[in-house]
């Protein structure tokens, strides 16, 4: 089964990690003293109001930021940049248009000097997977977005990364197409046995695909509840009706909730609602600036 990637890799430690930007001169704490784990063979998800500073942490996994305080590791060793034991799937597709579906696949194994018929076989195998075998030819153009995705996801895997960092994948997708792509993702996991830490807007989602959902808060984005996922795998759709998913998604709903009202409520007083003094006239509704 576990034909890539070796027992027990693929554990994801964040310890007290903070993040400062500044924008336009004002520094701007983005994420806030947040620790989480993803264990070897989990799959985590984060779900969290806009802004919270989501992809700024997977960025920091996948070693494109640098955190201003803490320490991240992958399997006992810290970050110091991106590395092919960590695949990245991101909301926009990014695939080559010049390059058919099996060389994009292939492109990383060429990277790594494997050689032809290897990368060949080891393309065929995970599009196999993905069912795109028979689109092994065709060029990115010619694809659905969702096709799109999953070669994306396949070109992610090829490299046999421990981890796969997956920022929104699906949120560009109608909820048809997501809801076989979750299937789809779930069965390639399983097979592989690899960590995924996935971030999404999506509550039911999040509760299908996961182990565990961490919920963060409006910014500056702290962890605010870690909520295991009780639910047997194989997961299977018919499982969303029942009482455990129903219970959790509730709970993950209230939690979310709160969070996206302060963040909203942050935004407004910066500069939008909060402070002005609301009247309705003659003339119809207005500020009185
Ligand atoms: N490079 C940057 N420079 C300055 N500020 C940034 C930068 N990247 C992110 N931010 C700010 O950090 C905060 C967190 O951003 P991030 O993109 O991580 O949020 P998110 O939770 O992924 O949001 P969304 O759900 O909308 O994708 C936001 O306020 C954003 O404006
Ligand atoms: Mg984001």
């Not at 075998?133 to 990115?140: A, D, K, T, V």
């Amino acid at each position: 089964m576990n034909a890539t990637s070796a027992p027990g890799r693929g554990h994801i430690d964040i310890q007290d990690v903070c993040v400062r930007f500044t924008q336009n001169g004002v520094p701007l704490d983005a994420v806030q003293s947040v620790s989480l784990t993803v264990n070897p063979g989990e799959f985590v998800s984060i779900v969290g109001p806009s802004g919270c500073g989501k992809s700024t942490l997977l960025n920091i996994v996948a070693g494109f930021l640098k955190p201003d305080q803490g320490v991240v590791t992958v399997d006992g060793a810290p970050i110091t940049g991106p590395g092919a034991d960590r695949g990245v799937v991101f909301q926009q597709y990014s695939l080559f248009p010049w390059l058919s579906v099996r060389q994009n696949v292939e492109f990383g194994l060429k990277m790594q000097g494997l050689g032809r018929s290897a990368r060949e076989s080891r393309a065929r195998t995970l599009l196999g997977l993905a069912g795109l075998l028979s689109f092994e030819n065709h060029y990115p153009d010619q694809l659905s977005g969702g096709m799109k995705q999953r070669v994306g996801i396949v070109r992610a895997l090829a490299t046999s990364p421990q981890v796969m960092l997956m920022d929104e994948p699906f949120g560009a997708l109608d909820s048809q197409t997501r809801v076989v792509m979750q299937e789809i993702l779930t069965n390639m996991w399983q097979q592989l046995r690899l960590s995924v830490l996935f971030i999404t807007h999506d509550i039911e989602e999040a509760i299908f695909l996961s182990d565990k959902v961490y919920v963060m808060t409006a910014r500056p984005g702290r962890i605010k509840a870690e909520i295991p996922v009780l639910l047997p795998r194989p997961r299977t759709p018919d499982m969303m009706s029942s009482p455990t998913f129903l219970a959790l998604n509730r709970q993950l709903r209230a939690l979310i909730r709160e969070e996206s009202l302060a963040a909203m409520g942050g935004e407004l007083g910066e500069g939008g609602l909060a402070g002005h003094d609301w009247h309705v006239g003659a003339e119809g509704v207005g500020a009185m600036l």
